[in-house]
């Protein structure tokens, strides 16, 4: 049975006023990034009419597209302004690397699955954000040849806040992550570097993300 036609567009516009200003996303960079970024591109075709959906969405390999408040509120914790170099850690399908595409000046981008890594590449190009480097590796490690990031957003739960991607950031840089000691259930933090060896914390809520495997991560 063929799938009735949607306005995705409107669609979009509905979710970022109803799950994101109605929750209290104020950064009018992230609300045009999200109003802006085909969100069904990114999620399997069969679920393309839950794109906007106030949940979270299997991608395939034991992977999910993050809910978009989630993605809305891990990118204004950022506070970006235009110019930076962002690394997102957790590429899924590419998803939150183009809402971050619109907001930065460069965005490296990280999975640790190969055949995410090649998925996400092809719908990034066919959304139109093709400048987003794409790697396949361990997370956990970072990126140190591209270092040092003004900001880093990762899309999976640590254990503890990884050494190595502190190390990368820029003074002044802040890292998303979501930590906690059990699969399953983290706290949101925003660690902020202030000098080379003062890093501020900020918590934000509880989440629930696939954990981060890796040398710094889950074994």
Not at 168 to 176: A, E, I, M, T
């Amino acid at each position: 049975m063929r799938e009735p036609s949607r306005d995705y567009g409107a669609l979009r516009n509905l979710m970022v006023q109803d799950q994101l200003v109605r929750r209290g996303i104020t950064d009018q960079r992230v609300l045009r990034a999200m109003g802006r970024v085909p969100r069904e591109l990114f999620v399997p075709e069969h679920l393309r009419h839950e794109a906007y959906d106030d949940h979270p969405l299997p991608i395939g390999q034991g992977q999910t597209i993050s809910q978009p408040y989630i993605v809305a509120l891990m990118a204004e914790a950022l506070e970006l302004k235009g110019r930076e170099r962002v690394l997102d850690i957790g590429t899924g399908s590419g998803y939150a690397a183009a809402v971050l595409a619109c907001m930065a000046l460069e965005v490296f981008s990280m999975e640790k699955i190969p055949e995410l890594a090649r998925q996400a590449e092809n719908n990034l190009r066919d959304a139109g954000f093709s400048q987003v480097r794409v790697r396949c590796g361990d997370g956990s490690l970072g990126w140190p040849e591209a270092a040092p990031f003004d900001g880093i957003c990762v899309a999976a739960g640590a254990p503890a806040v990884p050494d190595a991607l502190k190390e990368q950031l820029s003074v002044g840089g802040r890292l998303v992550i979501p930590v906690g000691q059990e699969h399953g259930l983290q706290r949101l933090l925003c660690i902020t570097r202030r000098s080379d060896q003062r890093f501020d914390r900020k918590e934000y809520c509880d989440v629930r993300f696939v954990p981060l495997l890796g040398q710094e991560g889950w074994s």
